[in-house]
């Protein structure tokens, strides 16, 4: 399982520079990786650049509600591009078991930090 690093002195000038974008865990879906109230740094551009991949912690834009973007684990992408997105908290989790597999378009960033 893909663990996030500590914030770094690059990082922290992306996010200076605006190349980052701060967000805040809410809920336990992501237990025992993340924790309510973790504040992560996303790569809102890593989807456009480089493929996501399996294992990737990504923010996403819901499928049916625009007042969260939930956090999740890219467990699969799929011959079509879809990604099929999990929580590491299964019992704490409405993911793609809920609403099946999502397009790439639905990826806001990749997760690459949390402040300490």
């Known amino acids: 399982m893909q663990t996030i690093p500590a914030i770094s002195w ?10 980052r974008q701060r967000v805040r865990v809410q809920g336990e879906s992501m237990l025992p990786t993340l924790r309510h109230g973790d504040e992560l740094l ?9 493929a996501i991949q399996p294992g990737d912690i990504v ?3 819901h499928p ?3 007042d969260i973007t939930p956090i ?3 467990l699969a992408v799929l ?11 299964p019992a704490a989790s409405e993911d793609s078991r809920a609403y099946g597999p999502l397009p790439a378009a639905h990826i806001v ?4 930090c949390r402040f300490a």
């Open 79 to 89: 011959d079509d591009g879809r990604c099929d997105l999990r929580g590491d908290n």
């Open 42 to 50: 996303v790569d809102p551009r890593a989807y456009q650049h480089d």
């Open 109 to 112: 960033g990749r997760v690459t």
């Open 59 to 61: 923010l996403v834009r």
């Open 10 to 19: 690059g990082e922290f000038g992306r996010w200076l520079l605006r190349q």
């Open 64 to 66: 049916f509600r625009t």
């Open 72 to 74: 999740k684990r890219v």
